[in-house]
Structures are given as structure tokens and as C-alpha cells.
């Protein structure tokens, strides 16, 4: 299908979104993105990586090639192996601004190609019961590791636990996990020397709605220095479906970006057609509850106005980044949430102070991810071609 026909095929379907629609799409980019695999730019994917004890706690890791810059394409040239030891600057965390975590010292020196990379952590959407980091032949999202990874950021994805096999806040944990295993390995030679000072988050919809939980659940606390280590390093286990506000302390973070994200659900539980009921069975599943005030307070925005401190960086975008992306064509049961997310944000900010906000034009709830690699976020959503 021609670039033209699927914008025009986006703007047929308007915001009418349920998995039929999603399927259909996946079908339509994942095509493309499977053709466009022979010339992919990074130089090697780390593939299944455990960062936690159940099956779906894997992640791979797309790292840049030599010459690949967080302003720049990559080069397609193999990469020399740098070898000589330094430590990272000294670092800044969010975690505790006035005693911060050491990351574990890099392989690689000031000079190597890799040496203090920037580094993304992507979560998949999949309406808490689906979604897979490498959907369709290993296309979709293999599609966003290639694009970030191609302009020298190295690119981590992760899977999650899905309906019926975890239950809330077990998504939330699953994020910090993630985040802990990056922490102490991105460093390393074999993950790209990344460094764990600049992590940037992104989530998708459901991977947005864990994303958030994670952050506003267990807001930062100090913590205690990592010990280097050798070899790879799980992150240390936490009680599985606790609700306590107490677990390890998240890494520090450089930024957030929230793509669709359902920071609250105040309608999903009213009549709806079929596929929306099969929304409904899931988040009774997984959050326990189909009581709207219980389901509110267990939500990003709930959480936001309950467990926040005023003087948080979750807070001040001046001290942590936080971008919010719409789709032009993203359902009712996104955008609403998502204004109401932004609305509490500037309540709640020093001086009303906003996010970023962001609608990408031409796409639905899924496009504007699936289309990374072409272009999406910079021009018109799709080419002539």
C-alpha cells in the first residue's frame, strides 16, 4: 500500500480504534518496515536479555554504529572495540539531588566512539493484554530501535507482563526493573557504553499507563551507590503485586515522553461497544476493581495528586523534561485522559509552568510509532512513495 493510501485510510477510519483496527495497521507498517530491514543502521542487536524473573522480563538492546551521534545519522561501518578504562563525569540524579547515585564505571574511554551515549528505554502499547517488542517478523518496534539508534542513541526495549499474568502495580514494577537492569549494565561495552545518567523513558499507551505508574507511584528517593560489577546485573526483586510506596528508589532519568498514554480511565467502564468491553474485562483483571474512584486512585492522575510532593522534578519540566504526544486521530479515551494529565500537571507545576505538548498530524493511536524510521516527527506523516 502506497504512503498516500494508508493517510488516506487513517483518515477514514477518523479516531474509531478496537484490535481489529490495530491488527489492520500493524499489518500495513509492519510490511513496510519488514522490506526496510536489509538496510537497517545499527550495528548489532542484544536480543532477549533477562532483566527480571518471569518469561516476559526481556528486553533488546539496538546500539549505534561507529560515528552514529545524538545529532547525526550513523554510518554503517563495524565499529572499533575501545578498551581503555575511564569514569563517567560525576553525576547528577533525580533519585537524590544532593547525595546521587554512581553509575558503574565505563569500559570505554572520553574518546571511544560509544563512550557516554545517550540512552532510550521504550515500552510498548497492547491494551495491558497484548504487544510483543518485536511484533510482525521481528519488524514492529524493531522499526524505533533502527531510527534512534541510527542517530547514536542507544536503544532499549523491553517486554512487560500482560493480563491474566500480573496485576496491578505489577506493570509499574516490571518498568523499574528495566530501568535498574539499564542502570547498572548500559555502561558496559557489549550494551553500547551508554550512559545511565541519560536515560530518557518513553511509553505508548498501555506502556505509557505503566510508565507513569512507576514514576508516580515510587517517587525518587536517595540511594545507596552501586557497587561495579562485571558481568550483567538483575535487578534486585521487589514483592510481586505490593502496593507499597517503599520499594528501591528508581535510577535517575533525563527525560519523559508519554505517546497516547490513558493517564486515567473515568469512562471505560460505561456501555460500550464489544471490543471496549474486552477493554473493560482487562483492566478489571489487572487493577482489581471496576469501582471508578478505586480505578482513579490507582491511576498516573490519582497517584499525581496523592503521592507527589510539590517540590518534585516529576513536577517542574524546567528539571525534568516531560513531553506529552497526541495522535491527530487518537480515540476519545486518549485524549481526554491526556488533557486532564496536562491540566493536573500545570495545577500542580511551579508557576503553571506546562510539558511539552505535541499532536502529530495525520496518525492514529498506533501510526505515529509504527511510521518511526520514515519520518514521522519530522514533516508531513507520510511521502509521495
Not at 70 to 80: F, G, I, K
Not at 129 to 158: C, E, M, P, Q, R
Not at 244 to 265: C, D, L
Not at 288 to 310: A, F, R
Request: hydrophobic share 30%; aromatic share 10%.
Amino acid at each position: 500500500m502506497r504512503s498516500a493510501e494508508i493517510l488516506e485510510a487513517i483518515r477514514r477510519n477518523n479516531t474509531n480504534f478496537s484490535p481489529a483496527v490495530a491488527e489492520a495497521f500493524r499489518q500495513i507498517y509492519g510490511k513496510k518496515h519488514h522490506e526496510l530491514n536489509r538496510t537497517r543502521s545499527h550495528r548489532v542487536v542484544r536480543e532477549n536479555i533477562s532483566y527480571g524473573p518471569h518469561e516476559r522480563n526481556v528486553l533488546d538492546v539496538y546500539l549505534p554504529a561507529e560515528g552514529a551521534s545524538p545529532t547525526s545519522p550513523a554510518s554503517s561501518t563495524p565499529p572499533a572495540s575501545p578498551s581503555s578504562p575511564a569514569s563517567p563525569k560525576s553525576p547528577t540524579s533525580l533519585a537524590s539531588p544532593t547525595s546521587p547515585a554512581s553509575p558503574p564505571p565505563s569500559s570505554s574511554s572520553p574518546s571511544s566512539p560509544g563512550y557516554n551515549r545517550p540512552v532510550m528505554i521504550y515500552v510498548h502499547g497492547g491494551r495491558l493484554v497484548a504487544g510483543d517488542k518485536v511484533w510482525y517478523k521481528g519488524s514492529l518496534y524493531a522499526n524505533i530501535g533502527d531510527y534512534f539508534a541510527s542517530h547514536g542513541i542507544i536503544t532499549v526495549i523491553i517486554n512487560y507482563r500482560l493480563v491474566p499474568d500480573v496485576t496491578y502495580p505489577g506493570g509499574a514494577e516490571d518498568i523499574q526493573r528495566a530501568r535498574e537492569w539499564v542502570y547498572h549494565n548500559i555502561s558496559k561495552t557489549e550494551f553500547g557504553e551508554g550512559d545511565p545518567e541519560k536515560v530518557v523513558l518513553v511509553g505508548h499507551s498501555a506502556g505509557g499507563l505503566h510508565l507513569a505508574t512507576n514514576l508516580y507511584l515510587y517517587p525518587p528517593e536517595p540511594r545507596p551507590k552501586p557497587k561495579p560489577q562485571k558481568y550483567p546485573v538483575q535487578p534486585e526483586s521487589f514483592k510481586e503485586t505490593s502496593t507499597s510506596s517503599t520499594p528501591p528508589s528508581p535510577p535517575p532519568i533525563a527525560g519523559i515522553v508519554f505517546i497516547s498514554t490513558p493517564f486515567e480511565f473515568v469512562d471505560t467502564f460505561s456501555p460500550m461497544p464489544p471490543h471496549n468491553t474486552q477493554f473493560q474485562t482487562a483492566l478489571k483483571a489487572y487493577y482489581g476493581t471496576q469501582h471508578l474512584d478505586e480505578v482513579h486512585g490507582l491511576s498516573p492522575i490519582g497517584l499525581m495528586m496523592e503521592k507527589i510532593p510539590d517540590d518534585s522534578p516529576l513536577l517542574d519540566p524546567r528539571k525534568l523534561p516531560c513531553l506529552v504526544v497526541l495522535a491527530q486521530y487518537d480515540p476519545q479515551g486518549i485524549q481526554d485522559p491526556t488533557f486532564a494529565f496536562v491540566d493536573e500537571y500545570r495545577r500542580r507545576s511551579p508557576q503553571g509552568v506546562l510539558p511539552e505538548f505535541v499532536v502529530v498530524g495525520g496518525h492514529n493511536h498506533i501510526s505515529h510509532a509504527e511510521y518511526v524510521e520514515r519520518g514521522a516527527f519530522t514533516g508531513s506523516p507520510h511521502s509521495s512513495s
